[in-house]
Antibody
Framework: QVQLVQSGAEVKKPGSSVKVSCKAS????????ISWVRQAPGQGLEWMGV????????NYAQKFQGRVTITADESTSTAYMELSSLRSDDTAVYYC????????????WGQGTLVTVSS | DIVMTQTPLSLSVTPGQPASISCKSS???????????LYWYLQKAGQPPQLLIY???NRFSGVPDRFSGSGSGTDFTLKISRVEAEDVGVYYC?????????FGQGTKLEIK
């Protein structure tokens, strides 16, 4: 059974950075693309970026360019999303989601990680 | 960037009655490979989105057959033939034909 298990909730100060992990199990990690999507309180879904672990290449939403870094460690089947220069409006639940390479569908999502940015 | 527009933004439905949600994209979601990259998700309170429909009309594993998707090009519809209490939540359409991925604003379904 495919599972994406994310790291726990974080509380951060404005200006700091956060790194959220997403560990995959039940499938072949290097056959995935992993996207990161965030959801501010009471708001909709916002795509941040994607990584293909097999190639190690990432693409980012223009809004987050320069502030977000998405990486993957094939040895541990874990993807990471690091967001820097945090602001209060970065307070959100951050989700990872997987798509099988060659497929089109983001079928499994992590449980979400709440990041709270507060002084 | 592709803009996804859902209507209505909220629905109140009596159990056993049908419901319908529209999603329009600012560009065609038909790819040269013949597939249309349109998906429907349901997000229940406190949970991540769960996939209902992929590539316009294909139900994901375990999704009840009261859910159906239709449409083509830029106009799409999700229908629930007979709403049940467990269908409460926010429904999102999503496109993945082009980066950045984009979502509709969400449609909140509640039970009367």
């Amino acid at each position: 059974q495919v599972q994406l298990v994310q790291s726990g909730a974080e509380v951060k100060k404005p200006g700091s950075s956060v790194k959220v992990s997403c560990k995959a199990s039940g499938g072949t990690f290097n056959s995935y693309a992993i996207s990161w999507v965030r959801q501010a309180p009471g708001q909709g879904l916002e795509w941040m970026g994607v990584i293909i672990p097999m190639f190690g290449t990432a693409n980012y939403a223009q809004k987050f360019q320069g502030r977000v870094t998405i990486t993957a460690d094939e040895s541990t089947s874990t993807a990471y999303m690091e967001l820097s220069s945090l602001r209060s409006d970065d307070t959100a639940v951050y989700y990872c989601a997987r798509r099988i390479m060659g497929g089109t569908t983001y079928d499994y999502w992590g449980q979400g990680t709440l990041v709270t940015v507060s002084s | 960037d592709i803009v996804m527009t859902q209507t209505p933004l909220s629905l109140s439905v009596t159990p056993g009655q049908p419901a319908s949600i529209s999603c329009k994209s600012s560009q065609s979601l038909l790819h040269s490979d013949g597939k249309t990259y349109l998906y429907w998700y349901l997000q229940k309170a406190g949970q991540p989105p769960q996939l209902l429909i992929y590539e316009v009309s294909n139900r994901f594993s375990g999704v009840p057959d009261r859910f159906s998707g239709s449409g083509s090009g830029t106009d799409f519809t999700l229908k629930i033939s007979r709403v049940e209490a467990e269908d409460v939540g926010v429904y999102y359409c999503m496109q993945s034909i082009q980066l950045p991925l984009s979502f509709g604003q969400g449609t909140k379904l509640e039970i009367k």
